[in-house]
């Protein structure tokens, strides 16, 4: 039983930890890179400042109706004018002071000649010239305050022309990108509740344009054919460690890279957080265990039921029988 158990055990054990691995990440790859999903506010602006295609949808206008066009009036002769023997009327000056006899006009004008005898200032703002204030009241002059310019919006990466503004409206892109954002957002991050200024936790550079979005689209491809690759046991151990880095890589944006970023902090290295929650801890064990077992499969290698084990047998001519110990000595 002893000796049936320890040839069991190396034939299925490196089976089933890659049958594991390779559907988890072959699952994540395809994830990443068919569904097409929304991104609103920043992180539409962030993926629309790195050239990814992205862009504000302008708002549609309902088209103007025109008026109808109305027919043109219908032209009638205008009489003529009857002469008249009488000549017109003229209109009293307003400069007189007094008015002229026989004209009907009274005294009730006498405050109009009063503003002919009001000093004249120059007005330098229109260039014409204007009676000055009566003696005693000041008219007080108000200038108008000039606007205050709107508080310019970060945007990220820093020099960007789009802000969370522009969408007001959501945008739609691959879910790859989703990672391009949360690089971003780590070589960048914003000020929050008790945090006032967050530390960087992954290098500006990888978080500039064409950078970044190479690195997200690399990363979901080789979660693809890596995990192809480990499912069937061609280069088993390469294909092991290529996925333990991506799962190292997400456990530190996130999850740890925060911590240490806003310094909350447990053990000085693991997130703040409740013990006893089991959602709070869900994805940090679950990225644990798939480190730990992407770290066995490349210690311990395929195993049997393998491509690499056939190719190994292929090539140095055939399987090697084991010595018989009871045929020694």
């Not at 050239?51 to 109706?65: C, H, K, S, Y």
């Not at 009488?86 to 009274?106: E, H, M, N």
């Not at 108008?144 to 508080?151: C, E, L, M, T, V």
Request: net charge positive; charged share 10%; glycine share 8%.
């Amino acid at each position: 039983m002893a000796s049936q158990g320890s040839k069991t055990g190396p034939l299925v054990s490196p089976l089933l930890l890659r049958v594991v691995l390779g559907t988890t990440f072959i699952w994540a790859g395809l994830g990443k890179l068919i569904p097409i999903v929304d991104y609103k506010g920043q992180d539409a602006a962030i993926l629309a400042n790195l050239g990814t295609g992205v862009a504000p949808v302008l708002p549609q206008r309902p088209p103007v109706a025109e008026p109808p066009a109305l027919a043109p009036p219908a032209s009638l002769p205008l009489p003529e004018a009857a002469p008249t023997g009488k000549p017109a009327p003229q209109k009293p000056s307003s400069r007189q002071s007094k008015p002229a006899t026989g004209t009907g006009y009274t005294s009730a004008s006498a405050p109009l000649a009063s503003l002919d005898r009001l000093p004249v200032t120059a007005d330098t703002s229109s260039g014409r010239a204007r009676p000055a204030a009566a003696k005693g009241k000041t008219q007080p002059v108000t200038t108008p305050a000039p606007p205050k310019p709107a508080p310019a919006l970060d945007t990220l990466p820093p020099g960007g022309k789009y802000t969370a503004a522009h969408f007001a409206e959501p945008a739609r892109a691959r879910r790859a990108y989703q990672l391009s954002v949360v690089m971003v957002r780590a070589a960048y991050p914003q000020p929050s509740v008790g945090t006032a200024h967050p530390k960087p936790y992954w290098p500006a550079i990888f978080a500039t344009s064409p950078w970044v979005v190479w690195l997200a689209f690399g990363v979901a491809v080789t979660e693809l054919f890596a995990g192809v690759l480990l499912m069937v046991g061609f280069l088993t151990r390469l294909s092991a460690a290529l996925l333990v880095c991506v799962a190292l890589a997400a456990m530190w944006l996130t999850q740890i890279g925060p911590a240490l970023s806003t310094g909350q902090t447990t053990f000085g290295l693991l997130p703040n957080r409740t013990w006893w929650d089991p959602q709070l801890w869900t994805a940090f064990f679950w990225q644990l265990l798939i480190i730990a077992s992407g770290i066995a499969v490349a210690c311990m290698g395929a195993g049997a039921l393998s491509v690499d084990r056939a190719l190994a047998v292929i090539g140095s001519g055939g399987p090697k029988s084991e010595p018989d110990p009871s045929a020694k000595g």
